[in-house]
T-cell receptor, first 115, second 112 residues
Framework: DGGITQSPKYLFRKEGQNVTLSCEQNLNHDAMYWYRQDPGQGLRLIYY???????QKGDIAEGYSVSREKKESFPLTVTSAQKNPTAFYLC??????????????FGPGTRLTVL | AQSVTQPDIHITVSEGASLELRCNYSYGATPYLFWYVQSPGQGLQLLLKYFSGDTLVQGIKGFEAEFKRSQSSFNLRKPSVHWSDAAEYFC??????????FGQGTTLQVKP
């Protein structure tokens, strides 16, 4: 089945440690996205990538880093510089076909808790 | 700044009753509009979308939404709610940056 996988589902880390969240897709999508979800705030865009080896900051990129070495993979690192990292993180992907907007498909999410 | 507003944080309806979730957007042109549903601890599933054309759009699971340009609204409706509809619902729009802008979400509780 085609889809987006995120691992792990739950992640616990101590304050001050960097942590990397995995996102893999087998939909052959060019674009991938990372969102952060907090209660009562909806989803906010962290980073996105439209092509391998290239990515752009979203609205809340501070304290996060990404890489896009393969089309299928877009890992997110939450660094110790992120002041409030505890949140639910969602990965998404979409095609870039045509000139208009393309639907984003979402993974199941990773809940990160920093102790 | 462009924004999407869901005025109701939490809504409770009885099973079998009708449902309407409100969504307003601020954007000069007609945006692309979406409704997503999220079960607890899960990702988002697209219910329906509006790009152009007929302002009443049908989605999955018996949901529909109506785009009203004069009110800058895109309200989600369902004639008869089922207990399995209990979830969080997000309205979203594509702004002029090409990125998705999400509302704050509405949590739906269904009473038996």
């Amino acid at each position: 089945d085609g889809g987006i996988t995120q691992s792990p589902k739950y992640l616990f880390r101590k304050e001050g440690q960097n942590v990397t969240l995995s996102c893999e897709q087998n939909l052959n999508h060019d674009a991938m996205y990372w969102y952060r979800q907090d209660p009562g705030q909806g989803l906010r865009l962290i980073y996105y990538s439209q092509i391998v080896n290239d990515f752009q900051k979203g609205d809340i990129a501070e304290g996060y880093s990404v890489s896009r070495e393969k089309k299928e993979s877009f890992p997110l690192t939450v660094t110790s510089a992120q002041k409030n990292p505890t949140a639910f993180y969602l990965c998404a992907s979409s095609t870039l076909l045509g000139g208009g907007y393309n639907e984003q498909f979402f993974g199941p999410g990773t809940r990160l808790t920093v102790l | 700044a462009q924004s999407v507003t869901q005025p109701d944080i939490h809504i409770t309806v009885s099973e079998g009753a009708s449902l309407e979730l409100r969504c307003n957007y601020s954007y000069g042109a007609t945006p692309y509009l979406f409704w997503y549903v999220q079960s607890p601890g899960q990702g988002l599933q697209l219910l329906l979308k509006y790009f152009s054309g007929d302002t009443l759009v049908q989605g999955i699971k018996g949901f529909e939404a109506e785009f009203k340009r004069s009110q800058s609204s895109f309200n989600l409706r369902k004639p008869s709610v089922h207990w399995s509809d209990a979830a969080e619902y997000f309205c979203a729009a594509v702004g002029n940056t090409g990125k998705l802008i999400f509302g704050q979400g509405t949590t739906l509780q269904v009473k038996p």
